[in-house]
């Protein structure tokens, strides 16, 4: 046949006529497009992976650079930015293999369930004064805390199932860290509460329309900074992953597609915490309303801000090497919490005084 | 102390396929944290090097003699040249002398920055400082190819001198090199020997007193850094060192903080004393000829290499082979002391690879 009579049978072919959406189909999603979108895009699923995505090739690059040499390079042209989406494919081809004597139905149950978590977490933040995909009320800050406390379960789950010494360790190590890190998170969000007057996220960001928290609230601004770093297991707190020490900690027996979906909690861990952090300290959505008043502003703040606090954590990558599991405890035991504790006696002697500031 | 009688002990395999143990397994004997045995595994890089030489001849020995610890090459094929020369009674010319002491001392320096970027790796703060001293060898090997054609295993140093004079230009490059090296050596401090949180996990860690590393045999940076003054280099006053003016680094601590404090201040050494022997070179031949077939004998040397002392035990039987060559290794002896650290003082698991990288054990001089 040749190339012009083709031609002509393409073009006797029926056009598709595309079928119509049913109609209660269209209704629904003409009545709950702004739910959808908060699902689909932000905060929701494409958010969750586009920080990701971009956590991980900004971590990648930098560095790079600390280390002298150049990092992804290929991969999607512009310096490397799909070298994750590269990885992970390779990753889903890839075997997974259980370890002899493991507990299978639990070994793989944690890679599916522990990213949700903090993904679950993030609902609960506002990203604008209506923008907010869960809000939770007055029980707020009590769910997302409720939330982050499983998964340290989850870590030593993941670490027993699979039946190895190294990733026993690090389970262990995880549980220490996280009560020891997360007890001052709660002292010093307490003091937070005690100030606002509520558990609401709304409400707390809305009183940091003049100053933010971090004035009046400064010992807590750094003992939840320090403490979210350990709840999130980055360095100088990377103890239960200790590569020098544990292999790959209480991961290491993971392959394929389990392997990378526990990668991801870590960023998503970062995630929520820092947004918490955000939302607690530095006023959340609240800015000059640059993209006009409302939710537009709103989102490109938590943004930059977002982008500001990650980049101080992986900063904080190159800067150090990690504490030892009795070091990182005590940090956490004498000096956080004990600071935490402070925090809350000169917010409730102060309050009169650090309202007045925020007025 | 620590009481090695608890019930219920879990037993690591430290190695080979562990990402911080190198070629090299250790046991380690904990209950979670506490480690109460590290028991050495020896013999994976088994290579007979001391048998292969007895049927090389004394130039071709020196290549197989060079991979027993390729990091240093320059110092370790020296131990070897200096046995034979003991042997056979050789005198080397002054010249050949100071160019052997150049390129030990670049051998050293490279050694050491290697050293240092495994400490930074085995701490956890791999990101910075392991591919910033990777960075600097580079000078100090392209000084070393400059000098003698080959960036790693130089096989420079024969009985009776060294292969070759020193190039031209080499002394202006050369002292370009090593006045950056003394400003990188500043970074390194600031950023990484003095790092808090770096000295959180090496100070008081891994303490070996003066008298322990004197009974168990420490060799090298181990043995200065719990305050006992031993250098070959004064001691048996080798080549070009007796004229030289260099200081021996100690220090008093004994932890791995002093350990690689030791290998900071040896590297600093290290620059003047290049720089003292560019200057001083003197004139003359560089090698003298020696005959194939050297006479019976025995002969001894000692040579401080970046790991501590070589000894090399040399017998000759009239033939242009070794009749045995026994060579006492200082990662050996100090895998034994590490060994015995357990013993005498308190050992995390997360201290294990900052202990073991302290020492700066080389697993293939040990296994040989």
Redesign the interface.
């Given at each position: 046949m040749l190339i012009d009579e083709r031609c002509i049978v393409m073009a006797e072919l029926p056009i598709p006529i595309p079928i119509p959406l049913p109609e209660w189909v269209v209704e629904f999603i003409a009545l709950n497009w702004e739910t959808l979108l908060k699902i689909i895009i932000i905060p929701g699923l494409a958010f969750i992976l586009l920080f990701e995505l971009v956590a991980v090739w900004f971590e990648r690059k930098f560095l790079a650079d600390a280390m002298l040499r150049i990092g992804p390079l290929y991969c999607g042209r512009v310096a490397g930015w799909l070298q994750l989406i590269a990885d992970a494919l390779k990753l889903t081809v890839k075997e997974l293999f259980a370890p002899k004597g493991a507990h299978k139905v639990l070994f793989y149950a944690v890679p599916v369930f522990a990213p949700t978590i903090p993904a679950l977490a993030v609902v609960l933040i506002p990203f604008g004064p209506d923008w907010i995909l869960f809000r939770a009320g007055g029980a707020g800050l009590l769910l997302f805390f409720a939330l982050t406390s499983l998964i340290p379960v989850l870590t030593i789950l993941a670490g027993w199932a699979s039946n190895n010494k190294y990733t026993i360790i690090g389970a262990l190590r995880s549980a220490y860290l996280y009560i020891a890190a997360e007890m001052p998170l709660f002292i010093a969000a307490a003091g937070v509460v005690i100030l606002a007057g509520t558990f609401d996220l709304v409400e707390i960001v809305e009183l940091q329309s003049k100053m933010w928290f971090a004035i009046p609230q400064f010992i807590g601004f750094i003992t939840f900074f320090i403490a979210m770093l350990g709840a999130s297991e980055r360095v100088p707190f990377d103890i239960p992953v200790a590569e020098q020490e544990l292999v790959l900690g209480w991961r290491t027996e993971y392959t394929g597609i389990a392997f990378g979906l526990l990668m991801t909690v870590e960023y998503a861990c970062l995630l929520a915490w820092s947004l918490l952090f955000i939302t607690l300290y530095l006023g959340g959505y609240q800015g000059p309303p640059i993209l006009g008043p409302g939710t537009a502003s709103g989102i490109f703040w938590m943004l930059v801000k977002l982008g500001i606090v990650v980049a101080i954590a992986i900063f904080l990558r190159v800067v150090f090497p990690r504490y030892r599991i009795d070091q990182a405890l005590r940090l956490g035991w004498r000096y956080l919490i004990p600071l935490a504790l402070l925090n809350i006696f000169l917010t409730l002697a102060m309050k009169p005084y650090m309202l007045a500031l925020l007025k | 102390m620590v009481v090695s009688e608890a019930k219920e002990i879990?037993r690591?395999s430290w190695g080979p396929q562990?990402?911080?143990s190198g070629q090299f397994r250790f046991i380690l004997e904990t209950d979670?944290?506490n480690v109460y045995e590290i028991i050495p595994d020896f013999g994976f890089t088994h290579r007979g090097i001391e048998k292969i030489l007895e049927y090389r001849t004394f130039v071709q020995g020196i290549v197989p003699f060079e991979r027993l610890a390729m990091v240093d090459a320059a110092n370790v094929g020296l131990a070897y040249v200096r046995a034979i020369e003991d042997a056979a009674g050789i005198e080397v010319p002054k010249r050949a002398q100071y160019i052997r002491t150049i390129l030990c001392e670049i051998s050293r320096i490279n050694s050491h920055l290697y050293a240092i970027g495994l400490a930074?790796?085995?701490?956890?703060?791999y990101?910075?400082i392991?591919?910033?001293t990777t960075?600097d060898r580079e000078l100090f090997l392209d000084l070393a190819e400059m000098l003698t054609g080959a960036r790693w295993s130089y096989a420079f140093f024969i009985p009776g001198g060294v292969r070759a004079d020193i190039p031209e230009g080499f002394k202006e490059r050369a002292l370009k090199v090593l006045s950056y090296f003394e400003k990188r050596l500043i970074a390194y401090r600031d950023?990484w020997l003095e790092?808090?949180?770096?000295l959180?996990?090496s100070r008081g860690v891994g303490r070996l007193s003066a008298e322990d590393a004197i009974k168990l045999g420490a060799a090298g940076p181990s043995l200065r850094g719990s305050g006992v003054e031993l250098d070959m280099r004064k001691e048996e006053k080798y080549e070009a060192y007796e004229e030289l003016n260099f200081k021996v680094a100690v220090q008093k601590e004994g932890d791995c903080q002093a350990r690689f404090m030791v290998r900071f201040l040896e590297m600093i050494e290290s620059t003047k004393i290049i720089r003292q022997a560019l200057e001083n070179l003197p004139p003359g031949p560089f090698k003298k000829p020696v005959p194939p077939k050297l006479p019976k004998g025995e002969g001894f040397a000692r040579v401080e290499t970046a790991r501590g002392e070589m000894d090399v035990h040399v017998i000759l039987d009239g033939s242009d082979k070794p009749y045995r060559v026994k060579v006492c290794a200082p990662s050996f002896r100090n895998l034994y002391v590490i060994s015995k650290l357990p013993k005498l003082t308190k050992i995390?698991?997360?201290?294990?690879?900052v202990v073991i990288w302290s020492f700066d054990p080389w697993y293939l001089d040990a296994d040989r």
């Open positions: - | 879990m690591i562990h990402p911080m979670g944290e930074a790796e085995a701490a956890g703060g990101p910075a392991f591919l910033w960075a950023s790092n808090e949180i770096w959180t996990r995390l698991v997360a201290d294990v690879p």
